[in-house]
């Protein structure tokens, strides 16, 4: 698929009304947006329902400032966020409540590719960030609405993004595989 | 040099595209899945706070009963005991 065209393809849809229609075109779009920053199938696809069922539910809410699918995305970043906050948090807790599963992603690194081992040296707004400006050809400044940061600060940290995965993709071995310990803070971590 | 092994920016993003246009769900659940499970989004408070509610009300009932079982026993005990069978 071509970069964004599911985007224009939603455009001037109303989720209040075209909801079914706004589900068909964009759910690959946002499945493709969490998948980059959870970095795992399987959650992503649960993730990408819950985004939907969210967006289903506030669609009412919904105000025409932005074009449908960006608010759609602000929803799958807001989502995958909370997720990856609580997966965090699950890591830290002693005893286990329940079976986290970051554990999957990263033991199956060795089944990543080069360009999943590089976006895991991001963090995850900054994952978001490179997939919606590269693939999904958002501008800096629907970006930063969707990423609730300012406009000024979104081109520096695509191009810190870029300059930290082609340090990666140096470094990957041949072959593919990850080339990034799991256990190492990703760049932007505090951002 | 070490610079010079790292791929250009273009091929950062040509990399990017086509891992990114990979990725795709393995399934695409029906729109009426989805609006059933919010539809049902409710279900899980309102049960957690009703088994909740339902359990403080059993702890009160049972401590009512030790009171009025053992109430002679601690002290101030047949006070209450005359609070909790008075009429």
Redesign the interface.
Request: glycine content about 0%.
């Given at each position: 698929?071509a970069?964004g065209e599911g985007r224009a393809g939603s455009r001037g849809l109303d989720p209040a009304t075209q909801?079914?229609l706004l589900?068909?075109r964009e759910?690959?779009s946002v499945?493709?947006t969490v998948?980059?920053m959870v970095l795992d199938?399987t959650e992503?696809?649960d993730l990408?329902?819950e985004v939907?069922?969210r967006a289903?539910?506030a669609r009412l809410r919904y105000r025409p400032t932005a074009p449908p699918g960006a608010w759609l995305h602000r929803i799958a970043v807001n989502t995958a966020l909370s997720h990856l906050r609580r997966r965090k948090l699950a890591r830290l807790l002693p005893v286990r409540l329940y079976q986290a599963p970051d554990e999957r992603a990263y033991a199956r690194s060795e089944a990543r590719?080069?360009?999943?081992a590089?976006?895991a040296a991001l963090s995850p707004k900054l994952r978001a960030a490179?997939?919606l400006h590269?693939?999904h050809d958002y501008s800096r400044e629907e970006i930063a609405a969707i990423l609730g940061i300012p406009s000024g600060t979104v081109a520096s940290r695509i191009a810190k993004a870029?300059a930290v995965?082609?340090?990666a993709?140096?470094e990957a071995p041949p072959g593919g595989g990850a080339g990034r310990e799991p256990n190492s803070a990703p760049v932007g971590f505090e951002q | 040099m070490?610079v010079d092994?790292?791929?250009?920016?273009r091929?950062?993003?040509e990399?990017?595209?086509?891992?990114?246009?990979a990725?795709?769900?393995?399934?695409?659940?029906s729109?009426v899945e989805?609006?059933r499970?919010?539809e049902g989004?409710w279900r899980r408070p309102v049960a957690l706070a009703s088994a909740l509610g339902a359990a403080v009300l059993a702890a009160v009932l049972l401590v009512s009963v030790l009171l009025l079982a053992v109430g002679p026993a601690i002290p101030g005990g047949e006070t209450i005991r005359s609070h909790l069978i008075a009429p």
């Open positions: 698929m970069s909801f079914p589900y068909e759910y690959e499945f493709r998948r980059a199938q992503a696809e990408t329902q939907f069922a289903y539910r590719t080069v360009v999943e590089a976006l490179v997939v590269y693939f870029v995965m082609r340090r993709l140096s | 070490k092994e790292q791929p250009s920016e091929d950062v993003i990399l990017l595209r086509a891992e990114v246009d990725w795709r769900p393995q399934d695409v659940p729109l989805v609006i499970r919010v989004h």
